[in-house]
Each structure stands twice: as structure tokens, then as C-alpha cells.
């Protein structure tokens, strides 16, 4: 039988053959070139890392034990591709939050204090704030001491309407709030 570049088993013009078994073998070779096709392979993480060497650049490796991870084979190496590792996107940020408080003002100055999700952040983010007031004496929303567990936010008015705030929080690297 002659074989084709993808490993297929198939009948040639000089070559006699038991149609029951070697049409079972062309089955199964068809089959493992469907298991194979577009350089995409399954396996347990022990056998993409044997299969390193051997794997081609853009290999996709899907792991079955484990947390069925995917991989693409980048250089000499296996980069995670899902689930998305957190920063490894460029240009998308590294974590998030953001959220909104209602709170009023007393003699001029008020001010409360905002806790990020807990873990979220492992640098100091960059915050904005905006107040959402249809009132027109809201004269100043700031932050004042931003960690990575959250910050104070401060507001002046000279009335003492609830006022709403909306903030967002962006880290966009691993080590650093700006990126």
C-alpha cells in the first residue's frame, strides 16, 4: 500500500490487498490524521513536554489531564494560551475594578473610603473618579492615599446632597500601574 504525507493508508495499482483489514488500517490511519490535523494534537502536559522537541512552530497542544489547558509551541517552548493567563495579553490590562458610592457632605468636605476586591491588584492602580450629580455645587472629587487594597476618596460641595461617584481602577502590568 502506498501512504500519503499525512501517514494515510491507501491502495495502489500494483499493490494486492484484503479489502476487510486494510480498509480497517485506512480507517484508522484517516482517523489518527484527523486526531493530528492542522498541527493540533491532544495529550496529557508529560506528553506535549516529550513532544517538544519534535512540535512544530504553532503546534496547538490541548492538555486532557488536569485543567485542559491549550498551548501553542512558541520558539522552544509551550506559551499557555487558555484560559487567558492574567497579563499576558499587551494592551490589555493586567486587573481591573471599578465601582460607584453615594455619599453626602458635611461642612464642606466629606470623605469615605474605597476597598478594592480583595487580591485583585498587586501594584497601586490607576484611579479615576467622576461625580455624577445633576446638582451644580459639586466643586471637587480627588483620591488621596491609592494602595493596592484601595484609597480615600474626597469630595467638596457646598451642599449636603448625596452625591454618587464613579471610579475605575486599572493596573496594566504585573508590576506596575501604568503600561
Known sequence: MAV???GIWTPSQITNYNLVSDLATMS??????LDKRANAYTGTSAQRNNFTSEAPEGTIWVDTNGQKRVYVKQGNSWQQIWPVVQ????????????????????????????????????RT?????TGNSAVTALRNVQIASP?????????????????????????MTAS????
Open 176 to 179: 506596575s500601574g501604568e503600561g
Open 4 to 6: 500519503t504525507k499525512d
Open 28 to 33: 484508522n490511519t484517516v482517523q489518527d490524521a
Open 147 to 171: 494602595t493596592s487594597s484601595g484609597f480615600k476618596l474626597v469630595m467638596q460641595r457646598s451642599t449636603t446632597t448625596a452625591t454618587s461617584v464613579n471610579w475605575t481602577a486599572v493596573q
Open 125 to 129: 492602580p490607576v484611579i479615576t473618579v
Open 87 to 122: 497579563g499576558s495579553i499587551p494592551g490589555l490590562p493586567y486587573a481591573m475594578a471599578a465601582g460607584m458610592v453615594s455619599f453626602s457632605v458635611s461642612g464642606g468636605i466629606g470623605e469615605t473610603n474605597i476597598s478594592f476586591p480583595s487580591g485583585r491588584f498587586t
